[in-house]
């Protein structure tokens, strides 16, 4: 029995040890092997003819699962979904309602086209880093551009070179980000909360990377990456 405890504990920190949730077919496999250890555990005390302690035992099995699943600080991810109370349509068509975004607290990564969450005046927002520290930001209008190019959700990512006959009337700013600093945009341009707004975010203000959505549509599961490349424009 002490052998099924020692591996019981060793399948909720290999969560972290080994990044579990980074793959669904990772995820998918944990999941079966840990059902397998409460089962096997189950069926060792009912062989011993133990029925209650065996009921206890997989009841705290489930129990301190379920608690540990649900807790970011311990396993190092987090789980959420869009229902219609919580659905925005700041990076919508790529976050849809219903939509299960599967988010990891460490080791994340913080490249340019990652969609991070991060945390403005008390509020989690989840956007797309557009800009890194010593990269140079400039807005025209609600138009952003990084580096001379502008990358959107419309264009597949492709960078869009800015119009020099282009009339910065509302506005036109131009800055360099400094070293801790990210600036991150919603893919829904048009109706964003962003640093469009805010400014940059602080790297200590980024708590998590959304890493990807699972979608479940007519009985099929869909799982979509939320990390994109950034593509330079080949037209001059």
């Not at 956007?127 to 959107?152: F, L, T, W």
């Not at 036109?172 to 400014?199: A, M, P, W």
């Amino acid at each position: 029995m002490y052998l099924i405890i020692f591996l019981f504990v060793a399948s909720l920190f290999s969560i972290r040890i080994f990044e579990v949730f980074d793959s669904v077919l990772l995820v998918q496999f944990w999941f079966l092997i840990h059902a397998l250890l409460i089962l096997i555990s189950f069926s060792f005390l009912l062989w011993r003819k133990k029925m209650i302690k065996s009921v206890f035992v997989v009841s705290s099995f489930i129990f301190i699962s379920f608690i540990y699943l649900n807790n970011p600080e311990l396993n190092g991810y987090s789980v959420d979904e869009t229902g219609e109370d919580r659905f925005t349509e700041s990076n919508y068509p790529t976050i849809q309602p219903n939509d299960i975004i599967i988010s990891k607290h460490f080791n994340f990564s913080l490249q340019l086209g990652v969609m991070v969450a991060v945390k403005v005046d008390d509020n989690l927002l989840r956007k797309r880093i557009h800009a890194m520290p010593g990269d140079q930001v400039h807005i025209c209008n609600s138009e952003v551009y990084v580096n001379g190019m502008r990358y959107m959700y419309s264009n597949n990512w492709v960078g869009e070179l800015i119009d020099d006959r282009q009339k910065c009337i509302k506005r036109n700013s131009v800055f360099f980000l400094l070293n801790d600093e990210y600036f991150v945009i919603g893919d829904n341009e048009k109706n964003s909360y962003d640093s469009r707004s805010f400014g940059p975010v602080k790297k200590a203000d980024i708590i998590a990377q959304s890493l990807y959505v699972v979608r479940f549509n007519d009985y099929n599961q869909q799982v979509i990456p939320l990390a994109v490349t950034f593509s330079k424009s080949l037209i001059k």
